[in-house]
């Protein structure tokens, strides 16, 4: 079965620094990759996409995300982070043999350290 | 553009009872999915309904129920509730699934007691 994991569950990370929110997906068919945002107390919002095309996929708020076929993995960075970025991240994989189905991860809490 | 809009924003109701909540997408787009999201299951696929029939559908007990209005106005409905039925429950729309992007609504957040 397809399946979609986010491999920490939170990652605590200090104010200006860089920080990876790690994504792998078990899947043979050609996919879109996704990666959503959650603040407190709100719903998802789109941080960026990757449909087709170059693999690294630029977001909003500065962050990034490298689309790794071969690794199966849709890594999202950010090379400095701000207190404004805590938050729930969520990556999400569309299958094109499940009626593109979105596939979710279990998220992963962001925590940023002044 | 207005974005995706949930009614009622919170809501209490006791275990037996039934509710019904619902979610306007935004416009021009045809499909609406629902999501659960509890602390300890993450976020749960209810369904995805595209021009008012139901495409995609989780794993959830025949207690929840969804459907779509010719106008893409999308309702769910929760017989019996239970404790944990207790969630967020999330409405996202898109202009027709797949690879386009889901817009989400801020959620309903349901309580039983």
């Known amino acids: 079965a397809q399946s979609v994991t986010q491999l920490d569950s939170q990652v605590p990370v200090f104010e200006e620094a860089p920080v990876e929110l790690r994504c792998n997906y078990s899947s043979s068919v050609s996919v879109y990759l996704f990666w959503y945002v959650q603040y407190p107390n709100q719903g998802l919002q789109l941080l960026l996409k990757y449909l087709s095309g170059s693999t690294l996929v630029k977001g909003i708020n500065g962050f990034e995300a490298e689309f790794n076929k071969s690794q199966t993995s849709f890594h999202l960075r950010k090379p400095s982070v701000h207190i404004s970025d805590t938050a729930e991240y969520f990556c999400?994989?569309?299958?094109?043999?499940?009626?593109?189905?979105?596939?979710w991860g279990a998220g992963t809490k962001l925590i940023i350290k002044p | 553009k207005a974005g995706v809009t949930q009614t009622p924003r919170y809501l209490i109701k006791t275990r037996g009872q039934q509710v019904t909540l619902s979610c306007s997408p935004i416009?021009?787009?045809?499909?609406v999915s629902w999501y659960q999201q509890t602390p300890g299951q993450g976020l749960q696929f209810l369904f995805e309904?595209?021009?008012?029939?139901?495409?995609n559908k989780g794993n959830f007990p025949g207690r929840f129920s969804g459907r779509q209005f010719s106008n893409s106005r999308s309702e769910m409905n929760v017989s019996t509730l239970e404790l944990g039925d207790s969630a967020l429950y999330l409405c996202?729309?898109?202009?027709?699934?797949?690879?386009?992007?889901?817009?989400f609504g801020p959620g309903t957040r349901l309580t039983v007691t």
């Open positions: 416009s021009g787009h045809r499909s």
């Open positions: 999400a994989v569309s299958l094109s043999d499940s009626n593109y189905q979105l596939i």
């Open positions: 309904y595209f021009s008012e029939t139901q495409r």
């Open positions: 996202a729309s898109s202009l027709s699934g797949g690879g386009y992007e889901q817009y």
